[in-house]
């Protein structure tokens, strides 16, 4: 599903990924800890296709990925359910199915009745489900979440954890999940994947 | 129950918001009333007589059917023609930075040299009339929306161009969700100040060399010296500015902005 084949990623001078090798294969979910700056997001980007290795090959196999990034990332003028269908619309399928998928993300992720309520209006643990459900509703077999969850009160985390297990195990989504909390990692991932000085350990 | 306190604490602001208005248009009135009183008429008209000549002349048979029609429809089409330039040009210039920094001269000239020979070259090109108008204000305006357009064309956020990247997001989606709503704040702004610049350079215009309109009607008050007429002019032209501010670029720019926090519905 993924595989990294030596790959380095340089910045300007800094070198941030330095020869590093790893693959996941489909289904599998794996955790990713690593001090802040090591270089985590940078590995979700190339995955992602969004960034390009300086040298070394990342071969993905996913044909529908979803991303939570660290900030929810949400477009200020459209309503939660406007933004959760985008990527629905965005793989032309029509409205009305989409936002039956939308609504049905919102209702299973605790926030219905905010379906029209803007982002600004919303929570930050709230806009951050919204960008969760963003990321669900096109049925990832791919999905990447990069700190999500960070300064969410345990009590929600703990919720949201809940209902992610139960949907990745139903939909035998892929999974990468990076955070810099073990116990998070232990939780949700079968495998964790320790990030130090440009190397995997 | 605590709903109602919150509607009843909004309506007392806005009372108290209308309230601060109407002390500032009344203390407007009374300096007004006050200098007219205290210099000669000849220089400044009373609110009275002013309000008066402006009775008088919306009812002049000639005046609304032929000069506020005609500047009204040079506002509409300089306004309209200038922003609709600068928007385009702002919009390639924000996708090309070559082009953009091609235009900037042209930006310069345009924002720096006094209006009044603006006016005087178009008399020169054009002559007396509409066209001349026309083409005054869509040029002396469109910079102002193409300046507002670049800022909003720099000011889209890039993470969520990566989101959109991510997502894969077709470019019409992405212009449709992401640019043009991030190009509408600065935008609104922009167009409330062409808007009322665009009721300034038309009478400008049309007092230096017109002969209809608004601009033309208050040249041969001052020609005449007729005073009260003057004012009353100054104060239809503050109105237009007012009205259209108010009607329609207010109302447009709340629904545009709904998604604010702050934005008082
Ligand atoms: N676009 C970029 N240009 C230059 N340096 C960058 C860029 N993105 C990240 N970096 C640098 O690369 C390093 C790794 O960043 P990142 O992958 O975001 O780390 P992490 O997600 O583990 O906190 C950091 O030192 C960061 O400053
Ligand atoms: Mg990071």
Redesign the pocket.
Same mark, same amino acid.
């Given at each position: 599903m993924i595989e990294f084949d030596r790959v380095t990623k340089k910045?300007?001078d800094?070198t941030?990924l330095d020869d590093v090798s790893f693959s996941i294969s489909r289904g599998e979910v794996v955790g990713m800890s690593?001090? *802040?700056?090591?270089?985590? *997001?940078?590995?979700?980007?190339l995955i992602a296709g969004i960034l390009q290795p300086s040298s070394g090959r990342v071969r993905i196999q996913a044909s529908r990925l979803g991303y939570v990034f660290?900030e929810s990332r949400l477009i200020s003028w459209k309503t939660a359910l406007g933004n959760v269908t985008l990527p629905l619309r965005a793989r032309g399928i029509c409205p009305y199915e989409a936002s039956a998928t939308g609504r049905r993300l919102m209702d299973w992720l605790g926030l219905h009745g905010f379906e029209d309520t803007f982002p600004a209006r919303l929570s930050g643990g709230m806009q951050q489900r919204v960008a969760l459900a963003r990321a669900l509703a096109i049925k990832p077999d791919l999905l990447l979440m990069?700190?999500p969850f960070n300064g969410l009160d345990p009590h929600l985390k703990d919720n949201i954890f809940n209902l992610l297990e139960k949907k990745i195990e139903k939909d035998l989504t892929t999974v990468l999940y990076?955070s810099h909390y073990l116990e998070e990692l232990s939780r949700l991932a079968s495998r964790t994947i320790h990030?130090k000085g440009g190397k995997l350990t | 129950m605590r709903e109602h306190g919150c509607r009843a604490m909004k309506i007392s602001e806005k009372l108290l918001a209308v309230l601060c208005s109407a002390t500032g248009i009344l203390l407007l009135l009374f300096l007004w009333q006050l200098a007219s009183e205290t210099m000669s008429g000849l220089v400044i008209a009373s609110p009275e007589d002013t309000f008066q000549a402006f009775g008088k002349i919306l009812t002049r048979t000639d005046f609304l059917s032929s000069h506020f029609c005609i500047s009204m429809q040079r506002i509409f089409f300089g306004v309209t023609l200038g922003a609709a330039a600068g928007f385009v040009l702002g919009i390639l210039a924000g996708v090309s930075r070559p082009f953009r920094l091609m235009l900037e001269p042209f930006r310069w000239v345009l924002m720096s040299v006094p209006a009044v020979i603006v006016i005087m070259v178009s008399m020169l090109w054009f002559g007396m009339g509409s066209i001349m108008v026309v083409f005054i204000t869509s040029v002396l305006l469109s910079p102002i929306i193409y300046v507002s357009t670049i800022e909003g064309m720099s000011s889209v956020d890039p993470d969520l161009l990566e989101m959109a990247a991510i997502y894969r997001f077709s470019l019409w989606i992405k212009i449709r969700d992401i640019y043009l709503m991030s190009i509408a704040a600065p935008l609104a702004s922009g167009v409330a100040i062409v808007v009322g610049n665009g009721v300034r350079v038309v009478i400008l215009s049309e007092v230096l060399g017109a002969n209809e309109g608004i601009g033309y009607v208050l040249s041969s008050a001052r020609t005449n010296l007729d005073i009260p007429d003057l004012y009353a002019l100054v104060l239809l032209s503050l109105l237009i500015v007012g009205i259209t501010d108010f009607f329609l670029l207010k109302p447009a720019q709340r629904r545009l902005m709904r998604w604010r926090v702050r934005s008082d519905d």
């Open positions: 910045y300007k800094l941030v690593g001090q *802040s700056g090591v270089g985590k *997001s940078t590995i979700l980007k660290q990069d700190e990076v990030f | -």
